[in-house]
C-alpha cells in the first residue's frame, strides 16, 4: 500500500494518488444539501415539515405526513468550481455534470375517517438520494522561489537506499534522475531550493448516494414516527498532474518534470435513521432525528507516473505498477432537531439544526494499522453545528420557496488557516405549481466553501499554500404525480 503525503488539508485533491488519509475521512463524512426541487430551495430545512421524499434521507417520520401516494422524479444540473489564489497567480476552473437528485415513491393507506383515533396511516417509501457531490476541477499556478515537490521527496527519501523507496512516490523521482543520492542515501533535489514555476491541476469526479427503504406512521395527526434503511453507495476518482518549469533558466540541467496521480474509490455501506415529528398545535410542529454512523466498505485502485526533460535532450518516464487495497470507513453519526411554524395554508417557515463530529470517522481494515490515520483525523477536525433555514409562500396554486444555511469550521483552529477554515454558507430560491393530481417544482442552490489546500509539507521550510473559494451550482427540477 502506497505512502502518503502529510498534508495541512485539501479542499478537493490530495497530493498523494492513495486515499485512506485524514483528508478522505473529511470527504467521505461530508454531506451535500440535495434532493427535490422543494427541499433543496428551502434550504434543506425539512426537519419538522415532511411530505416530500428527501425527508427519507433526513427525517423519515416526514413520509408519515403524506395522505397519499406519490411518485416523482428529479433530474439536476450540478456544476462545482474553484477559483484558487497561489503565489501571486489566479485560476478558475470546474465542471458541469447532469444527475439525478431524488427518484422516488410513497404509498400510503388513504385516511378517509378524520376522527379516527390510534394510529391513522402507515406509508412506505423507497428512494434515492444523492447525499454528496464530487465533482469539481482546480487549478494552481505560481512561481515558488523557496522550494519544490522535489525537495519533498528528497527529504522523504532520506536514509533510505534507492531499493526501499516508495515505488508509487519517491522511487518514481529516483528513477527519472529528480533527486539523486550520495553515499549515505541523502538525496538532493533537481531543483535544490525551487526556482521553478510550478502548476497542478486535478479533476474530482462521482458522488454519494442513498438507496432509502422507510417506513412511517401517523398517530392521531399528533405524533409521526419514521425509520429508514439506507443502502449507500459511493464512487470517486481523483486525476491530478503537478507540472515544474525551469521558466527562467535558472538550474544547471532540468527544464522541467511532470508527477501524475490517479485514484478511484469505490464504496458500500448501511446506515440507519430514525426521527418523530410533533405537532402541539395546528401551527407549531417540532422534530428530530437521528442518523447512525455508515459503515462503508471501500475499495481503492491507484497509478502514478513521473517524468523529466533536461538539457541537451535527454528526457526520462517512469510508471508505478497498478495497485488496490481494499479497506473498511465509518463515518459520524448525525443528530437533527426542527420547528416549523404553519400560517394556514398560506404558508410555513422552517428552522433545523444538525450536528456532527467528523473525529468520530474511523479507518480499519484487516492486518493493516490506521492508527496514525485515525490520530490525525482526532486531532485535525471537531464537531460541526448546521443551521438551516427556509420558507415558503402560497399565492394561489403557486409557492414561493426561499432558504438560507451555515456550517461551522470542522478543523480544529489550530490547523485553520484564518478566512479559509472550510466553513460553509447555502443560499437558494425556487417555485412550485401544484394541483389536484400533478406537480412542477424548481429549485436552484448556491454554495460557497472557503478553503485551503496545501500541495505539500517540508519539515524546516515553510511552504506556500492557496485559497480557494469553492463553489457550487445545484438547479434542479422535480416532476410528480399524486394518486
Request: hydrophobic residues 35%; glycine residues 10%; charged residues 15%.
Amino acid at each position: 500500500m502506497k505512502k502518503s503525503l502529510s498534508l495541512l488539508l485539501s479542499a478537493i485533491c490530495t497530493i498523494s494518488a492513495l486515499a485512506q488519509t485524514d483528508i478522505d475521512a473529511f470527504r467521505y463524512s461530508q454531506r451535500s444539501i440535495a434532493g427535490t426541487a422543494r427541499f433543496i430551495s428551502m434550504g434543506g430545512a425539512f426537519g419538522a415539515i415532511g411530505g416530500d421524499l428527501s425527508a427519507m434521507s433526513y427525517n423519515p417520520a416526514g413520509l408519515a405526513i403524506y395522505r397519499g401516494s406519490e411518485f416523482s422524479i428529479s433530474p439536476s444540473i450540478y456544476t462545482g468550481n474553484t477559483n484558487a489564489d497561489y503565489l501571486g497567480g489566479n485560476t478558475v476552473s470546474g465542471r458541469t455534470v447532469f444527475n439525478f437528485g431524488n427518484i422516488g415513491l410513497v404509498l400510503t393507506n388513504k385516511d378517509n375517517d378524520q376522527s379516527q383515533v390510534g394510529w391513522v396511516n402507515y406509508n412506505f417509501g423507497i428512494s434515492y438520494n444523492r447525499v454528496a457531490d464530487y465533482n469539481n476541477a482546480s487549478a494552481i499556478e505560481g512561481y515558488n522561489s523557496s522550494s519544490s515537490l522535489l525537495d519533498y521527496f528528497a527529504e522523504k527519501s532520506k536514509g533510505v537506499s534507492y531499493e526501499n523507496l516508495d515505488a508509487y512516490n519517491e522511487y518514481l523521482a529516483y528513477y527519472t534522475y529528480l533527486i539523486n543520492p550520495d553515499s549515505l542515501n541523502n538525496y538532493t533535489s533537481a531543483a535544490p531550493g525551487g526556482n521553478l514555476l510550478q502548476q497542478r491541476s486535478c479533476t474530482t469526479r462521482g458522488s454519494m448516494g442513498e438507496t432509502n427503504f422507510t417506513f412511517s406512521g401517523n398517530y392521531q395527526n399528533k405524533l409521526y414516527l419514521g425509520a429508514t434503511l439506507s443502502f449507500a453507495t459511493l464512487n470517486y476518482t481523483e486525476e491530478s498532474y503537478f507540472d515544474g518549469f525551469d521558466e527562467l533558466n535558472i538550474l544547471d540541467s532540468l527544464r522541467q518534470f511532470e508527477y501524475s496521480q490517479y485514484v478511484k474509490t469505490q464504496g458500500r455501506g448501511v446506515n440507519l435513521k430514525f426521527g418523530f415529528i410533533y405537532r402541539p398545535t395546528d401551527y407549531i410542529r417540532l422534530g428530530g432525528a437521528i442518523h447512525t454512523p455508515t459503515w462503508l466498505n471501500m475499495s481503492d485502485s491507484y497509478s502514478n507516473y513521473m517524468a523529466a526533460r533536461f538539457d541537451g535532450g535527454y528526457s526520462d518516464t517512469k510508471y508505478s505498477p497498478d495497485g488496490a487495497f481494499d479497506y473498511n470507513l465509518t463515518t459520524p453519526f448525525r443528530a437533527l432537531a426542527s420547528v416549523a411554524v404553519l400560517f394556514g395554508k398560506a404558508g410555513l417557515i422552517s428552522v433545523d439544526y444538525e450536528y456532527s463530529d467528523i473525529s468520530d470517522a474511523n479507518f480499519h481494515a484487516p492486518g493493516y494499522g490506521f492508527s496514525q490515520v485515525n490520530a490525525d483525523i482526532r486531532k485535525k477536525y471537531q464537531s460541526t453545528n448546521s443551521l438551516r433555514t427556509g420558507m415558503e409562500w402560497r399565492l394561489s396554486n403557486v409557492y414561493f420557496r426561499g432558504g438560507y444555511g451555515f456550517t461551522t469550521s470542522p478543523v480544529q483552529n489550530k490547523y485553520a488557516v484564518s478566512g479559509f477554515d472550510f466553513t460553509q454558507q447555502h443560499f437558494s430560491g425556487g417555485v412550485g405549481f401544484r394541483d389536484k393530481n400533478y406537480f412542477l417544482d424548481l429549485g436552484y442552490m448556491y454554495s460557497i466553501s472557503k478553503e485551503y489546500f496545501q500541495p505539500y509539507t517540508l519539515e524546516n521550510t515553510a511552504v506556500a499554500g492557496s485559497d480557494q473559494r469553492v463553489n457550487g451550482y445545484n438547479a434542479t427540477v422535480t416532476l410528480g404525480v399524486k394518486f
